[in-house]
């Protein structure tokens, strides 16, 4: 992003003596977002003519843009060169850049500085290792800068301390931000300690145009401006979260798509094209990554705090989102987006002045948002809300006035108390997504099936997330298969066969969470499973523990694009259109009990892009062996209640890229596996309530014994006990 210090570095290493001295010329072209091709070209002449102290000829000023390629070329085609193109934001000016270079073997470079993913990409197809992507400094460092700057190399006082390190935190690394904020705090009065923290509580303020913080605004803005309408849009959105509020992927995209921000595309679903705008924000460094799974899958996000409070101040100006918090005493006119940040006492007065809200987000208002204040809120106001998210709210049911609400497409009962979804939900036609994780809703009603526009609907009742067994799901009226629409259906019991074969009906699907499986369902099942083809998870569960899951059937599923697959119950072999998934990169087998068979385990190596394995109970034998060569793209492998395992062992070039090895609950393991040495992607070892022997010999291994000798490439060796309903760990 801005300000982490592209052009700084750039300039560092092109005003070196010793990199100075290896070439013939030297050119350094700020490119910047109003690109121009003839003025850059005539630009980089002037410096090359500058270095060898002649005037420029002066035909090159009524040159076109052909005779003006074919000049740089002819004078730099005997000569080495290098040339520094800084703040490229194209690939368009990159692309026209590059055809006025010669490439003549003599070794010139061309170094660029962007922010755009693409740009840097493009510009080195031949290697991405040539890439240099900027991460923000260390706590360390920032901290080292951050005095440097302020107190000029003399250290902190210790009255400022803590000051200092909250007033740093906001500047999450960024160079150009510790710089200027270590700037403006070196003018102040070191005893005056009020000052120090006025300038922390006005943050905001100081990078609205008018503190002293204005550069950083100025820069980081410049991302903002180069955005299409539509990203503009989505960006802003996320003014609403809260600072240093994880922000989950998939409820983000969903809210987009039901307030209309993603524009349709013939041949793609809203979905994927919400993806792609993120991934778009993300290229441009303005939305952060901070949560992958393993197979890089993005599940959370968020937004630098500079850049956060330049994107509130936007909001504001556009009136595109409120924020209202406990001190509010009236909401704004002309509302959009509302999102109420830890909201208590009495409600303010002015919900007439609701009518063009759009949204409504909760934050961190447990209790407050009672079904009192709910239907004073919506009754009469918001006839146009299209997402209300009431998640975790103190509701035991649903205001009625929510399902006058007709032009709701988005609603999150997430984390409530609610019981029972009334035949009342049957009016609200647009609805495109319903949020019912962890509440205590156990069926739904008949009328759900009038929703035709449904693209998710999940449910999941709260119950002890440490057994499987105890995650309920619901029971689903007959004719689920008229939902259509469905992208995402969770958690639905399929203890009844026709269940089971309404599912094949629902052919958009991309995410399916069956639960309450019977043995003699599992036929059907895979006969439904045939017809989703566009299924990229999917979890299955058998009815009991000790229920089997009968998918291995005469005709397999084709499930080209399941990248997840979690199996619960159960397995007499892996089916063997589980071997066949291409695209399956986290396979979660539990309660299978497989047998001892060699081939058990050893049929899953046919899955060529799997990165993420768990086993829990999902393997009966005593010893456990992964053979060279075998899962070389594997990267966490999680082994989970084995009951009989004694022995693992791993032998050379096998789990090559393994980063995550955890082992818990295998009582009888009397050793560390076997060729741990072999690991050396190896980050985590993780041993968690395993026998006291085995952490007790681990605890205590002698610096010159072998088994130390195993593990001490490893980074970070975990041990931990299941105390009290949570893990209780220790890193050696």
Not at 35 to 46: A, R, T, W
Not at 124 to 149: A, G, Q
Not at 366 to 389: A, E, I, Q, R, Y
Not at 500 to 528: F, H, M, N, P
Request: glycine share 6%.
């Amino acid at each position: 992003m801005g300000g982490l210090g592209k052009t700084t570095l750039a300039k560092k290493v092109y005003d070196d003596a010793a990199v100075e001295k290896q070439f013939q010329s030297h050119a350094w072209i700020t490119v910047s977002q109003n690109f121009q091709f003839n003025v850059i070209i005539k630009d980089l002449i002037q410096q090359l003519y500058e270095e060898i102290r002649q005037p420029v000829p002066p035909q090159v000023e009524s040159m076109n843009r052909v005779r003006l390629s074919q000049f740089v070329r002819d004078f730099l085609k005997e000569r080495r060169y290098i040339l520094v193109l800084d703040d490229v934001w194209s690939l368009d000016a990159w692309e026209a850049i590059k055809y006025v270079l010669p490439d003549c073997n003599i070794a010139s470079r061309v170094v660029l500085t962007t922010r755009i993913t693409d740009v840097a990409s493009a510009s080195c197809l031949e290697s991405h290792d040539f890439i240099h992507k900027m991460s923000p400094l260390s706590y360390e460092d920032s901290w080292t800068l951050f005095c440097n700057r302020t107190f000029q190399s003399n250290g902190c006082p210790s009255n400022l301390e803590k000051v200092c390190r909250k007033i740093l935190k906001k500047c999450e690394g960024l160079p150009l931000g510790i710089v200027t904020m270590g700037g403006v705090l070196a003018l102040k009065d070191k005893d005056k300690i009020d000052e120090w923290e006025m300038i922390f509580r006005g943050f905001g303020s100081e990078v609205d145009g008018s503190g002293k913080l204005d550069r950083i605004r100025r820069i980081l803005l410049l991302s903002y401006n180069d955005l299409p309408h539509h990203l503009k849009n989505c960006l802003l959105y996320l003014s609403i979260y809260p600072e240093d509020h994880p922000i989950n992927v998939e409820i983000l995209l969903g809210k987009w798509i039901a307030l209309g921000f993603i524009e349709e595309e013939e041949g793609m679903t809203a979905t994927d094209i919400a993806m792609r705008y993120l991934k778009e924000l993300i290229n441009r460094s303005l939305i952060q990554v901070k949560g992958t799974w393993v197979d890089g899958k993005l599940v959370k996000c968020g937004l630098h705090d500079f850049l956060r409070e330049i994107i509130v101040l936007k909001s504001k100006e556009q009136c595109f989102t409120t924020i209202a918090t406990g001190y509010s005493t009236r909401w704004p006119d002309k509302v959009r987006h509302l999102a109420i940040h830890n909201f208590t006492g009495n409600p303010p007065q002015g919900f007439s002045s609701l009518k063009c809200l759009r949204s409504v987000e909760t934050f961190g208002n447990k209790d407050s948002l009672t079904t009192s204040f709910l239907s004073k809120f919506l009754c009469g106001g918001p006839k146009f809300l299209k997402v209300l998210n009431l998640a975790s709210a103190e509701l035991d049911n649903i205001p009625k006035e929510v399902f006058k609400l007709f032009q709701l497409e988005y609603l999150d009962l997430s984390g409530t108390r609610v019981k029972i979804i009334p035949k009342s939900i049957g009016q609200l036609q647009n609805l495109e997504f319903l949020n019912l994780l962890e509440t205590t809703v156990t069926e739904l009603p008949v009328e759900i099936l009038k929703l035709r526009k449904l693209r998710s609907l999940v449910v999941c009742r709260m119950g002890d997330y440490s057994n499987n067994y105890a995650i309920g799901g619901f029971k689903s009226p007959d004719g689920i298969g008229k939902l259509t629409s469905l992208e995402f259906l969770g958690n639905i019991e399929a203890d009844r066969g026709k269940i089971v074969r309404e599912i094949g009906k629902l052919i958009q699907l991309r995410k399916l969470y069956i639960t309450e499986l019977r043995r003699e369902d599992g036929k059907e099942l895979v006969s439904s499973l045939l017809r989703l083809t566009n299924l990229r998870e999917l979890y299955i569960r058998s009815i009991k523990e000790e229920e089997s899951l009968d998918l291995q059937h005469s005709v397999s599923p084709r499930l080209g694009f399941l990248t997840a697959l979690w199996l619960s119950g159960r397995l007499e072999r892996v089916p063997e259109w589980v071997i066949s998934l291409q695209s399956l990169s986290t396979l979660a087998l539990l309660n299978s009990a497989l047998s001892e068979d060699e081939n058990a385990i050893g049929c899953l190596e046919h899955l060529p892009n799997l990165v993420d394995l768990s086993l829990h109970n999902g393997y009966e034998g005593e010893t456990l062996c992964f053979k060279a060569g075998r899962f070389p793209k594997l990267k966490r492998l999680d082994l989970g209640q084995l009951k009989r395992l004694k022995w693992v062992r791993v032998e050379k070039e096998s789990l090559s890229s393994l980063q995550r090895f955890l082992i818990s609950g295998c009582k009888l393991m009397e050793g560390l596996p076997l060729g741990l040495q072999n690991l050396t992607e190896l980050k985590v070892l993780g041993l968690l309530d395993m026998s006291d022997e085995l952490i007790h010999e681990v605890q205590n291994l002698d610096k010159q014994s072998e088994d130390y000798q195993t593990i001490s490439h490893i980074p970070q060796v975990c041990i931990g006990h299941w105390i009290n309903g949570e893990w209780k760990e220790e890193f050696l």
